[in-house]
């Protein structure tokens, strides 16, 4: 059986004056997931329409979106289950990075901190695009860190739970007041980073390095990340986590 | 050559703070923290104005103690000490799982905290209108 959805996109190429939707009838197969209907939407509608996909099951995080004002990765949602069987079905980018076109959000100022945990990421390209990635996110460029562990297996470490989606930067309310903020997924990464790690000099600099006004402070408790976040990576237990991490250390130093 | 890209506004980009639509309770608390704390530093200004009434004697002050027996104003006090329940209830949360402590159960804490938090606001009710 097939759904005809109607598809009200966010359209935005550089040089318009503003974003405005377009609204698609798309028809997709009743177990198609939402991906394959944005799919149907640039085939046979509009091949100008620009979005993000590779994996298509929820390993490499490209896709993610935001479908009816809530941040989804696409490829895993199905649309008899996002789409309430009537009405448009709104398709978004993502909330808290700049746009590039239509989907497609500038990530680089985000991948930049995911390097400086010193993990493995995945989309390395994304990380040095000649986009205004510093000067739209605010971030400074952060040099990326070796992280060693005890099996010297350091170049294949990844934060595995972590798809690198960019859900919960889009859902912190503190990441949309701020691009200084290091964000729910950095500092997932440098918690990781952190427990991996057999050298503690190595341990102690990435606790330095979000010790401060726009590292793990900077949280405002809202655990949207944590709510928001596809697979099991609780970055909001991850800055409370480094949070005591922290306490401890500044105890130590103080009293010794 | 760098891209052009596109942004909201500062402005519009904080107020998204506010919007809580299909947000979990999490954030449903954060917002409520913020409203009750900007309502609290107000009052906390309006006190000190109220206050630098006594300077001008008996004819500046009494008046204002008329106006604050009335029912309107009373009504205003219960929103105060709802303002102080809600925040400070919620602080404690806060506070806790900023320490790394019961950051899984934010969500039970936050529903126990508020419990203790209208209970809180109903006794006072009922003591701010029963003796005034």
């Excluded at chain 2, 506004?9 to 999490?26: E, M, N, P, Q, Y």
Aim: include cysteine.
């Amino acid at each position: 059986m097939t759904l005809e959805i109607p598809l009200k996109i966010f359209r935005y190429k550089a040089g318009d004056a503003a974003p405005h939707y377009d609204t698609f009838k798309v028809q997709v197969a009743e177990t198609a997931n939402l991906l394959d209907a944005i799919e149907v939407a640039w085939a046979e509608h509009d091949r100008t329409l620009t979005f993000r996909h590779a994996c298509h099951h929820a390993s490499c995080g490209s896709c993610a979106v935001r479908v009816n004002g809530v941040e989804r990765l696409p490829c895993i949602a199905p649309v008899a289950q996002v789409w309430p069987g009537q009405g448009e079905l709104l398709i978004e980018p993502l909330r808290n990075f700049p746009i590039i076109s239509d989907l497609v959000v500038d990530v680089a100022g985000f991948f930049q901190r995911m390097l400086a945990s010193g993990l493995v990421i995945t989309r390395t390209a994304e990380t040095t695009l000649p986009l205004n990635a510093d000067a739209a996110s605010g971030a400074d460029v952060l040099k990326p860190q070796a992280v060693v562990v005890a099996d010297g297996l350091s170049r294949y470490n990844r934060f595995e739970d972590c798809i690198e989606c960019g859900i919960c930067i889009s859902a912190c309310p503190t990441m949309a007041a701020t691009d200084k903020f290091f964000g729910p997924a950095g500092l997932a990464a440098i918690y990781r980073a952190r427990l991996e790690s057999a050298d503690k000099a190595q341990a102690t600099r990435l606790l330095e390095l979000v010790d401060g006004e726009h590292g793990v402070w900077r949280c405002h408790s809202a655990n949207e990340c944590t709510e928001s976040c596809p697979q099991n990576v609780d970055p909001a237990g991850a800055i409370m986590a480094l949070r005591r991490d922290l306490l401890a250390y500044r105890f130590k130093k103080l009293f010794g | 050559m760098a891209t052009q890209v596109y942004r909201k506004s500062k402005l519009r980009r904080a107020l998204i703070w506010g919007d809580v639509r299909k947000r979990r309770l999490g954030m449903l608390a954060y917002v409520l923290n913020r409203i009750t704390g900007h309502g609290l530093v107000l009052y906390l200004y309006l006190h000190l104005v109220i206050l630098s009434m006594l300077a001008g004697g008996p004819s500046s002050w009494d008046p204002f103690i008329a106006l604050a027996k009335s029912p309107a104003f009373l009504v205003l006090d219960v929103i105060l000490i709802a303002g102080w329940l809600i925040h400070g209830l919620n602080g404690l949360r806060v506070t806790l799982t900023g320490l790394g402590i019961g950051v899984r159960s934010q969500k039970a804490m936050f529903v126990g905290l508020m419990t203790i938090a209208v209970i809180g606001i109903a006794a006072m009710a009922l003591a701010v209108f029963s003796k005034g």
